[in-house]
Every structure is written in C-alpha cells, then in structure tokens.
C-alpha cells in the first residue's frame, strides 16, 4: 500500500481513536488530523497545547466543552450520506476539549499551529455554506466549515459528497507553492467515506515532473496524505464518495493552480 495512504485501525484504542494523523508522522509542518469513535456514554479528553482545534461531528450526537463553554447533545446527521451540514466546533490552542457521546458518534479532529487569536465556538450547520459546484460529471456538493472567510488562524476545513460517476478536485489543481497571490502552500488530507462500505475511491497525485505519480485505491475509512502535487479523486459508478479535507500552511488562503494540460476543462466543457 501507498506510503500517502492510512489505514484506520480494526477496533478504536482504549480512547476511542483508530487514525492519528500528525505532523511528525506524516512528515510535514502544519496539519494534524484524528479520527475517534466513541460508543453512547464515553468520553474523549485533550488539551490543543500549541494547536488550534476543528472538531467536526461527523456523525452522532455529543456533549461538548472547553475551559470557558458547554454545548449539550450537539449533532443531527446519524449517517455521513443524509449529506446534510455537521455541528462543528471551533478550539483555540492553549484550551482543553472534552467530548462525551450522547449516542454513538464519530468525530474528526482537525488540527494546525494557533496563535490564540479566537475564542472557542459552536458552528452549526445553518453556519455552514453548502454549495454545488462543476457540472456534469464534475458536480459535487461542497459543505464550506471552517473557510478562510472564517475567523481561525491556520485550519481550512471542507467536506466533499461526489455522486457516483463523478470527479472532484478537478480540473487536477495543486497549491503547493508559495508564491501568492497567485498560488498558496497549504498541506492536506483526504479522509474518505464510501457508500457502500465495500466500494472505493481513485485519487491520482502527482507533480508537473513526475518525481510523485501515484494513482491510489482507496476504501472506506482511509485518508490520503497530500504534501504536494495535484490530487484528483474519482468516484466508481455505483459507489458515492464522501471526503473531508483538512488543509493549512503558512498563510491561511486557498489559491490554487490548475494542471495546464486540463484546466482548458472548465473555459470550454465541449472542446474534444
């Protein structure tokens, strides 16, 4: 299996986690990522340290705190594919979480390098922009949670329902430079869901010269490493594919570049 690939564990640890995603692991500077799942009635406990927080209820309902707030049996989407916008919640480093479940719950954790700039907060799903986006066998709904007209420091957090049949991240785009205002360095992962649990994903990432080219099969559950490259993602006919991205960088903007040899794509769909 790709080395950009990461398998959930079989069973959740003793706190609930079955991915931990960081910075060190991964071999990167910013973006952290940790998949929990909790049966009704147990708890999960962290203090963010240096690290500003995205927990994003991914499906179930719990009870939230930190130093200051409480949220009580936040979450109403039982299943990632009512495709409805998650409760999320936004922690700021320097502070302490602690999320106990209601009913049986996943929750990602999103994590990059805070500077305390933000208070903790509750960001509902009426909060969340929800928007259609290409066309065609392009179209894919985006839920917008915690993006960059969003008041974080460094986190950028979407998710991504692909109907079956369908591409997303595409044209092939990339952001893996530095050179704004044209293009922004910013990490990234890829968590995926699939329906059905049997199904799978294709993502393809790869760079203008070709030192990283791999096309990935990726079943439900995994996430994928993106330090760099374009990263397109196909969805089979027959299985829908969900995605979260977690993206961060130096400087908290997404701008990016299309691959040349495609981006002709979205300025004229009927060229052949």
């Known amino acids: 299996m790709s080395n950009l690939i990461i398998a959930p564990a079989v069973q959740p640890d003793l706190e609930g986690s079955i991915m931990n995603i960081t910075p060190g692991s991964a071999g990167w500077k910013y973006v952290g990522f940790q998949v929990i799942r909790l049966e009704a009635g147990q708890a999960f406990r962290r203090d963010t340290g240096d690290r500003e927080v995205c927990l994003v209820l991914l499906s ?58 933000y208070e903790a907060r509750l960001i509902k799903p009426e909060q969340v922009a929800v928007e259609t986006r290409g066309y065609g066998n392009l179209e894919r709904q985006i839920h917008n949670i915690l993006p960059e007209q969003h008041p974080a420091d460094s986190l950028l957090v979407v998710e991504v329902f692909t109907p079956n049949g369908h591409w997303s991240s595409y044209p092939p785009h990339k952001h893996d430079q530095d050179a704004l205002p044209a293009e922004s360095l910013l990490e990234e992962t890829y968590y995926f869901r699939i329906q059905q649990e049997r199904g799978f994903a294709i993502q393809r990432v790869y760079t203008d010269d070709r030192s990283l080219d791999e096309t990935l099969v990726v079943n439900d559950g995994q996430a994928v490493l993106v330090p760099k490259g374009y990263h397109p993602v196909s969805a089979p006919p027959g299985y829908d594919c969900y995605y979260l991205n977690v993206m961060a960088g130096p400087v908290r903007t997404w701008k990016f570049h299309n691959d040349p040899d495609h981006e002709w794509i979205m300025v004229n769909p009927n060229r052949k």
Not at 61 to 85: C, H, P, Y
Not at 88 to 107: F, G, H, M, Q
């Open 60 to 117: 179930g309902k719990a009870d939230v705190t930190t130093r200051s707030q409480e949220w009580l049996a936040i979450g109403s989407r039982m299943n990632i594919f009512e495709r409805t916008a998650p409760y999320s919640v936004y922690v700021p480093n320097d502070d302490k979480y602690e999320i106990r479940a209601v009913t049986d719950l996943e929750v990602a954790i999103c994590s990059a390098p805070g500077n305390g700039h």
